[in-house]
């Protein structure tokens, strides 16, 4: 099977890198409009072919891999489906919703692989956390709480929950299977664009559930911490410790009923902190190599495109409520 990548900018790069490194595949072509980038590409993989042109790239290719800006995602996906290759999309999907949805029935129909990069899914640590709720250690997760701050980049076009939360967003719809009811999001912009540069997003559960986030590019510090609430465990993800990145906390609490209700009697329960060993595999070359193994094996792969779509679902009603002073939207 043969793969092309679309867009060889910072992100494209790494696919390339990964592309390449398959066994299942080859990386046959890359096409970006910038030929300056194409022609550093080819020093490094002669092999490849590069092209500006996107109806002979698509004449080379089996499967596209699109790593091009957001707005861009859409056409480039749309039109690769209909010349019926498969597809991988850079996260966030789509700049809307709608779009999301409409590329996934065009995949369906023409019983093709759509998948969407969110890379996070296939990090050690998610994979970790996964197993650890899937084989019941933690119990019941009754919350997620994440923290994703630093000085970064303010984007042109999109705020920083489109940057940032996007990566919470699907790890909490991996971690705990289930798609939030509604969200409530505040955010403030300290640019004359309007573009929020600090956001808080909360999303709300049907089963009692909740999760949180907060986004800044406005940080002098940078943090990207995630701790996962069990009724048995708890778990603190520090993604940026070199090894010791999850750490699990033999930690609860038990409600006491008591016959006079107002009263609220809690146990607490501080026992010991396990720290699993981690798959240190980088994340983009599993990710890669799921997308050929959907598409040779005709299986869903982990990161599916319906995560995609309702991670730009979520970022949709969340611009909605932050237009709306915090407004609870409903999805
Ligand atoms: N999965 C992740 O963790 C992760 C990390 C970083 C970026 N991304 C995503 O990757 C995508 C690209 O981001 P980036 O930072 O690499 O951007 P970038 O601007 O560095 O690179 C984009 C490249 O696409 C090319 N391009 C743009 N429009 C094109 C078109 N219509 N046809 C052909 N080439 C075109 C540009 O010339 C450029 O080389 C974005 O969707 C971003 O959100 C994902």
Request: hydrophobic share 40%; with cysteine.
């Amino acid at each position: 099977m043969n793969i092309g990548v679309i867009g060889y900018g910072y992100w494209g790069k790494n696919l390339v890198r990964n592309f390449y490194a398959q066994k299942k595949a080859s990386l046959k072509a890359v096409l970006d409009f910038d030929a300056k980038k194409l022609e550093s590409l080819q020093k490094l993989y002669p092999s490849v072919e590069i092209t500006t042109d996107l109806e002979e790239f698509l004449k080379k290719v089996d499967a596209v891999a699109i790593a091009t800006p957001v707005f861009t995602h859409y056409e480039l996906a749309k039109k690769c489906l209909e010349a019926g290759k498969h597809v991988l999309v850079e996260k966030p999907m789509t700049s809307s919703y709608a779009q999301a949805q409409e590329l996934i029935e065009i995949a369906e129909k023409k019983g093709l692989t759509l998948m969407c990069d969110h890379t996070f899914l296939y990090t050690g640590a998610v994979q970790k956390m996964k197993e650890l709720i899937n084989n019941g250690s933690i119990g019941n997760v009754n919350y997620i709480d994440s923290t994703r701050i630093n000085l970064g980049l303010f984007q042109p076009d999109v705020n920083v929950l489109w940057d940032l939360a996007a990566h919470d967003i699907s790890i909490c719809y991996y971690l705990m299977n289930e798609k939030p009811v509604a969200v409530q999001a505040v955010g403030i912009s300290h640019t004359n664009n309007g573009i929020e540069n600090i956001a808080y997003l909360t999303l709300h559960y049907a089963s009692n559930k909740i999760a949180h986030f907060n986004c800044s590019w406005s940080s002098p510090v940078k943090v990207r911490q995630m701790l996962v609430g069990g009724d048995k465990k708890m778990i603190v993800w520090n993604d940026l410790e070199a090894t010791e990145k999850i750490k699990v906390y033999d930690t609860g609490y038990e409600l006491k009923t008591e016959e006079d209700k107002t009263k609220i009697l809690v146990d607490y329960r501080v026992g010991d902190i396990f720290v699993p060993k981690l798959d240190s595999t980088e994340a983009l070359f599993t990710m890669a190599q799921d997308f050929i193994e959907a598409i040779l094996e005709n299986k869903k792969p982990s990161a599916t495109a319906e995560i995609g779509a309702l991670v730009v679902q979520v970022l949709e009603a969340s611009q909605k409520s932050i237009k709306n002073e915090g407004k609870k939207i409903a999805l």
